[in-house]
Nanobody, 125 residues
Framework: VQLQASGGGLVQPGGSLRLSCAAS????????IGWFRQAPGREREGVSC????????YYGDSVKGRFTISRDNTNKMLYLQMNNLKPEDTAVYYC???????????????????WGQGTLVNVSS
């Protein structure tokens, strides 16, 4: 299993970024897949998760209404559209996958089976 995250960068408050995660090495049919972030000195946080088969979604309270998760089942891609970014969104963002689709509902990240490398999002003026 390989997960390759990209799309991070420096953006001003109020700006937008779109993160991508390219997945390979598994069937993608019935998985939980999602985005997590970790800022310096803070615990890892579940940002948004989605189930590949049924499209069930989870959003953390801090990103609801600003971030949108989506998937491309044909190309095994995961996206995170981030709008109205705030300085507190600054973190390293990771994509992860787990064969238990139900884990997408809770999006805790604990016990998830595979993680990609992170991509840094820096929201600063």
């Amino acid at each position: 299993v390989q997960l390759q995250a990209s799309g991070g960068g420096l953006v001003q408050p109020g700006g937008s970024l779109r993160l991508s995660c390219a997945a390979s090495g598994f069937t993608w049919d019935d998985y939980a897949i999602g985005w997590f972030r970790q800022a310096p000195g803070r615990e890892r946080e579940g940002v948004s998760c989605i189930s590949t088969l049924h499209g069930l979604t989870y959003y953390g309270d801090s990103v609801k209404g600003r971030f949108t998760i989506s998937r491309d089942n044909t190309n095994k891609m995961l996206y995170l559209q981030m709008n109205n970014l705030k300085p507190e969104d600054t973190a390293v963002y990771y994509c992860a996958v787990d064969p238990n689709e139900g884990r997408a509902r809770y999006c805790s990240g604990y016990g998830w089976s595979r993680w990609g490398q992170g991509t840094l999002v820096n929201v600063s003026s």
